[in-house]
């Protein structure tokens, strides 16, 4: 049977589909040299693309459709350009992951085969997206019951059910597993079909804790009333006013049953699948949608954005790469770093000067950049020009920006007029703006002894390592009489192109001194400044952007390419807003004479610690750490608090011994969160390791303004920021006023 067809029968792409996809041979392409063809086909499932080579026997590769996250068709990437001379562009296409894996080139043999390839795969992500709660947990239940089912006949016994509990990262007492089998076991043949493992694995994965929630607010125990519903997200759920309306809504989208339904309430398995939904998640739904003020001039908002935006890996050997530029802006990242050096053929080539990265040409990275700079946001981006081309190739910049960028850069002030602050991001929607810096022209508006104190990153030579750069105008630069945008001429040499943000910019290089933090977060509210981590790096690791929020620096540039915790802060950071890049600062650090000092929050105007209580209640289905047979996790969880000095602080769980299947742990961790404007929350479960590290299972971080209080899932990401379903931590959390 073939999942894919229920219910979509109508497509003409199925039955093309069914025909290629069962068995296709494609050239997987990594270079121009190395082509080799693959055996691909989508399995039963639906979901699962597996291929192998010819020769390799049995060994074999799979990957899921969820892990697709669009199917670009032609010469898309830089490997099919390599060879658009050899294969056309109707017989190749190319499937590119989430998160940072690397694409995957692939040519078809005809162009009627790439065509069921790309349609047909796009068809299976669509439908993996829009997959409500219940059919993805099925989906998800099917998957399990295809891996565990080994000989393939449809069914089950007792040990392959035992084998696939120890693959769902479940430890269980074998008499226990076999009690649960036998009650499955309808039929008593000593085997699970698949209608008969599902209503097993319900029972497997009944929630007690969830159950008693139930039981607290359901009069007969059965179903919950309209208004019982309404009473447990009034008082559980702190939803206050709207909570008659969302009761109805729930029901309408959650309750799987007709008749309850129809009866206006809800079942445990309607209950459940709300909890475990989005909107039961603890991330604010309406903060997921664009819900700011975007009309703010642009030194109020922070601004996601990368640094050696054109690397993949290190910045000493890595690879530099269009694709990182498509990742990055994906991302929703407003600010990309491009690199210019003169090239041998007198183009303009961009990568990490003096190392061994690989180079690409300016003129790529700019037909990039327009065309996926809007793709995940309208909101304006901003090019970091950092140039160190000869006067001639400076010129060719000038022409390939005007050229390619067209309309789209931002070449005058706008209305003509001479501003008085920086514009916003909705003015600026889909412009491009550059900023760059070590160019001339800046005399009009710059006292003569500043323009020459331009340094570059290599210069603090006796900087700490640790501690990020700010580039940022003298103090002189900043005076009232600064018309913001009075000098916004920079030629790139000989051709005129009009930059609005060097604005007075000649870059100084100074170590930041966050004890006089008041004056920098005053200055903040005027000016943008761009932090970008220290030169003496050579491994592409991250500081902590936190410290530079705090302070209210807008553009604070993070290598995109290298996961981990300060990744997780700037994805928490701008996950709200509609991941649209810019997220507007709170109004005590909007205001020009602002009092705050991250370093001493209850000196503010209209301090309000708040007490953050997480009862941390469960775990659901935590993936493997590592896949050696019979390790089972021990899973812990630890809430971190990102902010200013005080509320910066660590609490976790205990952790279980061998369950990543269901673990209770039952423990509240407390905060007291001085500033929590500013506060990011982060989850992170990992596995107890008593003799090494814990390794990492998932987290999740999110602003604490953005938290919902009752009993929400936390849907835990991977290291790479990806999306690892079902995998969730049940909470309560409750926030209130410290009196
Ligand atoms: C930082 O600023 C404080 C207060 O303005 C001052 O006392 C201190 O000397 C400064 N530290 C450095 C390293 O400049
Ligand atoms: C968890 O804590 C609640 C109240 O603190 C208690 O009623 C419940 O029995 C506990 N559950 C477990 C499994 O320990
Ligand atoms: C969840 O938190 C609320 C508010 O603090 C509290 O009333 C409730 O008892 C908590 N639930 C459990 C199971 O402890």
């Known amino acids: 049977t073939w999942v894919l067809l229920k219910g979509s029968s109508e497509n003409e792409y199925y039955s093309l589909l069914l025909l290629y996809l069962k068995w296709s041979t494609l050239r997987k392409v990594k270079s121009r040299s190395w082509k080799k063809q693959r055996h691909f086909r989508l399995l039963e499932d639906g979901m699962t693309i597996w291929y192998k080579s010819r020769w390799a026997g049995k060994g074999h590769s799979t990957f899921s459709v969820t892990e697709v996250e669009a199917v670009r068709e032609g010469h898309q990437s830089e490997v099919l350009l390599s060879i658009a001379e050899e294969f056309s562009a109707d017989l190749c296409f190319t499937l590119v992951f989430h998160g940072r894996q690397g694409n995957l080139d692939l040519v078809a043999e005809s162009p009627e085969e790439a065509q069921a390839w790309i349609q047909g795969v796009r068809k299976l992500i669509h439908r993996a997206q829009t997959m409500d709660e219940k059919e993805r947990l099925d989906q998800w239940v099917w998957d399990w019951f295809q891996k565990a089912d080994k000989n393939k006949d449809g069914k089950m016994n007792f040990k392959e059910v035992r084998k696939l509990l120890k693959m769902m990262n479940v430890e269980m007492n074998e008499e226990h597993a076999l009690h649960l089998f036998t009650m499955a076991d309808k039929s008593q043949s000593g085997s699970l079909e698949i209608e008969q493992f599902v209503h097993f694995y319900k029972i497997l994965t009944q929630r007690d804790e969830v159950w008693k929630v139930f039981q607290d607010y359901s009069g007969d125990g059965e179903k919950l009333m309209l208004e019982e ?42 209950f459940q699948m709300y909890l475990c ?5 603890i991330f604010k739904p309406e903060h997921r949608d664009l819900y700011q003020d975007m009309s703010q001039p642009l030194s109020h908002y922070f601004i996601s954005s990368s640094h050696n935006t054109y690397l993949l890996e290190n910045q000493l050997r890595g690879q530099s790469s269009l694709e990182a530029y498509i990742q990055a802006l994906k991302r929703g990242c407003r600010c990309v770093e ?16 003096h190392t061994l990265t690989s180079k690409i040409v300016f003129k790529d990275v700019i037909s990039t950049i327009k065309e996926y700079a809007f793709k995940a946001s309208d909101f304006p981006v901003i090019l970091s020009l950092e140039n160190h081309c000869s006067v001639e190739q400076q010129t060719i910049m000038a022409e390939h920006l005007s050229q390619i960028l067209g309309d789209m850069l931002l070449t005058t002030l706008l209305d003509g007029q001479v501003p008085q602050q920086l514009p916003s991001p909705q003015e600026l929607k889909g412009k491009i703006l550059l900023k760059a810096k070590k160019i001339g022209g800046f005399e009009d508006c710059l006292d003569e002894t500043m323009t020459d104190e331009v340094s570059d990153e290599e210069d603090i030579a006796n900087g700490d390592a640790e501690s990020p750069t700010v580039e940022n105008p003298p103090a002189e630069c900043m005076n009232e009489n600064d018309k913001v945008g009075a000098c916004s001429t920079f030629s790139l040499c000989s051709t005129k192109v009009y930059v609005f943000m060097t604005i007075c910019y000649t870059f100084l290089i100074i170590s930041i001194n966050l004890s006089s933090g008041t004056e920098f977060v005053q200055y903040n509210t005027r000016q943008l400044c761009r932090i970008y981590p220290s030169g003496l790096r050579t491994d592409s690791s991250n500081y902590n952007p936190q410290d530079m929020w705090n302070v209210g620096c807008q553009i604070v540039a993070l290598n995109f390419q290298t996961a981990g915790l300060e990744m997780d802060l700037n994805d928490g950071l701008f996950r709200q807003n509609h991941c649209c890049g810019y997220v507007l600062k709170h109004d005590f650090m909007r205001d020009g004479n602002t009092q705050f000092t991250p370093e001493k929050p209850e000196e503010r105007k209209d301090y309000r610690p708040l007490r953050l209580s997480i009862q941390v209640i469960s ?13 089972i996790v021990d899973p812990l969880v630890r809430v971190e608090i990102y902010g200013v000095p005080q509320d910066q602080a660590k609490e976790e769980t205990s952790h279980i011994n061998n369950n990543g299947f269901n673990p209770v742990w039952n423990e509240t961790l407390n905060f007291i969160i001085h500033t929590p404007e ?10 107890y390791d008593k003799a090494s590290r814990n390794d990492f299972i998932g987290q999740f971080t999110l602003p604490f303004t953005c938290i919902q209080a009752g009993y929400r899932h936390i849907h835990l990401l991977s290291k790479d920021g990806t999306a690892i379903p079902p995998a969730s931590i049940f909470v309560n959390v409750s926030i209130t006023e410290l009196t």
């Not at 989208?253 to 309607?270: C, I, N, T, V």
């Not at 491009?338 to 000067?353: A, K, L």
């Not at 775990?619 to 390790?631: A, F, I, R, T, Y």
């Open 229 to 270: 519903l309404e009473n447990f997200l009034r008082v559980e759920q702190q939803e206050g006013e709207q909570s008659a309306q969302h009761a109805q809504e729930l029901i309408d989208s959650y309750e799987p049953s007709e008749s309850a339904k129809k009866e206006g309430a809800m079942s445990l398995d309607g």
């Open 277 to 281: 939904s989005q909107q039961g998640s």
């Open 338 to 353: 491009v690199d210019c050096w003169d090239g041998s053929d007198g183009e303009p080539v961009v990568y990490h000067g």
């Open 619 to 631: 775990g659901q289905q935590l993936p493997k750490v590592n896949q050696k047979e019979g390790s």
């Open 678 to 687: 500013l506060a990011l929350v982060r989850f992170v479960v990992e596995d």
